[in-house]
């Protein structure tokens, strides 16, 4: 395979001599730990839900990794076995290979990784290198990465490399560096007084050769093409206070022109800034947040789309829902830049109160709202964007509704043996921003009420019921949603289900489940349908399409 070149096998060397150095000590001087995770679908047709017939007749995603730790030196690689990717992920993913390899070595504080590795800077907005498995989503970094503090209170972070891009590399290069400063460390009259303070700040660049591409702005005339620049430069600035139960973050971003296929080719600077406060002590919490991001997406290579290597990340102010209806329609954030607002607050009533009860209750309200930016768009001679400024932004006008979530969850234990929770939302959905199309009009307005029960039946077994209803006049319209779950302690699981959907499709997608654990084994075998939607975690989300069959999923941890 083209991705386990020259490169890779200098680093299966040294990854190699390794675990050789670390295996003559005895056995003693390290641990050895891994996991394997395989998911295999028997795929079905199935022409009510839209699923036709695949090339092959098993789909599997599968990973194993392996870590050898010691004191002083640690070591790790991953196997990636992808012959037939499951629903959803393109064909960049098929194939099989050692997609990720290092060696680290530590000493007195300071750590030097070479080979594959991730990394955050701050809240992502210049850099964050991370795995998601469940969106197809690893744009690790592949070079070097040194951490060390030269003083107290003083942390720092060097790195560079290239992205990986399914099982070949990116065409741009990265380099980077972070540095925090935790203040209180240097005065003793800040540590007394409980008093936190974080001053932080990050750097990172991209260099791609101005030749990988060429635009033309006008396609009739071939010698005009744009200037594309190779270097593009991002920093941050973040600060942290925290004193006892209060607490505030605020943080400025700022990226170079960046012309790419994510913004259309405009030479604008991206700009993103958050403020977050909170407050909380025993059995009550608020948080409020505010972000306004503009034409910030980064990549490490500019002609690239989708989900596929970011260099930073921009999160989403929507509650990540669990529950099935409550996640139908999430929220992706959107790289054109937005507005975004969420406060949530959470109280608990004390047992023996008038509202708690004998033995309590939980409560929790949030609100989620996110519009687009004011955007006065700038035209070129042809009556593009392309190869302009784009546009300009007021910092403070908004435009169109973008997402917005009001929810309430009431959680209370009834009994010794039964606990109930509730929860009713009230959501507006751009569908045509998110999704890129739009049902019955673009605004998905919904209502959506959950019953969550555990009951326990005796110390072993436990049931858990859930009843889901989802009311709108667009998109699909009404859907329902029944679920049982017989838990067996300490091995078993048995799971049925049922989505249905009242309004359009008349369509049922149910689901059979049952699991078994052991120690570090998890065994899960399935049968159902899957409904065609949008997989979401953080404000990244991947298409995934509808499905039906037999699925086997087996995770081992050591």
């Known amino acids: 395979m083209k991705y386990i070149n020259y490169r890779m096998l200098g680093l299966s060397a040294l990854f190699c001599t390794a675990v050789g150095a670390m295996a003559q000590t005895d056995g003693k001087g390290f641990t050895l730990s891994g996991s394997l995770q395989t998911d295999i679908l028997f795929p079905e047709e199935d022409e009510a839900i839209g699923t036709g017939k695949y090339n092959d007749d098993c789909l599997s995603n599968t990973y194993v990794d392996l870590n050898l730790l010691s004191k002083y030196v640690d070591a790790g690689a991953r196997l990636e076995y992808m012959h037939a ?50 969106l197809g989503i690893d744009n690790s970094i592949r070079g070097g990465k040194l951490t060390f503090s030269p003083y107290k209170g003083i942390s720092v972070k060097l790195l560079g490399g290239s992205q990986r891009h399914y099982w070949e590399r990116s065409d741009g290069w990265l380099y980077g560096g972070d540095i925090e400063l935790n203040v ?187 519009r687009s930016i004011d955007h006065q768009y700038k035209y070129n001679q042809w009556g593009q964007t392309m190869g302009s400024e784009g546009y300009t932004s007021s910092f403070f006008k908004t435009g169109k509704l973008y997402y917005q979530d009001l929810h309430f969850d009431l959680s209370k234990k009834l009994t010794k043996k039964v606990k109930i929770n509730f929860m009713y939302m009230w959501q507006k959905y751009n569908q045509n921003v998110v999704e890129g199309h739009a049902i019955n009009g673009d605004i998905v307005n919904s209502h959506i009420f959950v019953y969550d029960g555990k009951y326990q039946l005796n110390d072993r077994v436990t049931l858990r019921t859930e009843a889901q209803y989802l009311h709108t006049k667009q998109a699909e319209g009404d859907w329902g949603q029944i679920l049982a779950e017989l838990s067996v302690l300490p091995y078993l699981m048995f799971t049925v289900s049922d989505m249905y959907n009242f309004g359009t499709t008349d369509q049922h997608y149910y689901l059979g489940m049952v699991t078994f654990n052991y120690h570090g084994h998890r065994l899960a075998a399935s049968y159902g349908r899957t409904r065609a939607g949008y997989n979401c975690s953080g404000g990244v989300c991947r298409y995934v399409p509808a499905s039906k069959g037999f699925q086997i999923s087996y995770n081992l941890t050591f």
């Open 85 to 134: 990717p499951l629903p959803g992920f393109e064909a960049g993913f098929k194939g099989q290979g050692l997609p990720y390899i290092y060696l680290k070595g530590k000493y007195k504080g300071v750590e030097l990784t070479v080979g594959d590795f991730y990394e955050q800077f701050g809240s992502g907005f210049v850099l964050r290198a991370y795995e998601e498995r469940s």
């Open 184 to 370: 209180e460390q240097w005065s003793k009259r800040m540590m007394e007084n409980n008093w936190f303070f974080m001053l932080g700040g990050s750097f990172v660049g991209r260099y791609q050769d101005a030749d990988d591409n060429i635009i033309y702005p006008n396609p009739a005339d071939q010698k005009l093409k744009l200037h594309l620049p190779e270097m593009v430069s991002a920093f941050d600035v973040r600060a942290r206070l925290q004193k006892g139960n209060y607490s505030v973050l605020a943080e400025y971003a700022m990226k170079s022109q960046d012309p790419s296929a994510d913004n259309g080719y405009i030479y604008k600077k991206g700009t993103a800034a958050m403020i977050s406060a909170s407050y909380s002590k025993r059995g009550m919490s608020i948080v409020l947040q505010a972000k306004r991001s503009d034409d910030m997406m980064f990549r490490s290579q500019r002609d690239i789309s989708g989900t596929a290597l970011t260099v930073n990340h921009l999160p989403a102010f929507a509650y990540q829902h669990t529950y099935a209806l409550a996640a139908l329609y999430p929220y992706a954030t959107q790289p054109d830049g937005e507005w975004a607002y969420q406060a949530e607050f959470r109280y608990n009533f004390k047992r023996r109160t008038p509202l708690g009860g004998k033995y309590g209750t939980d409560i929790a309200v949030n609100f989620s709202h996110v």
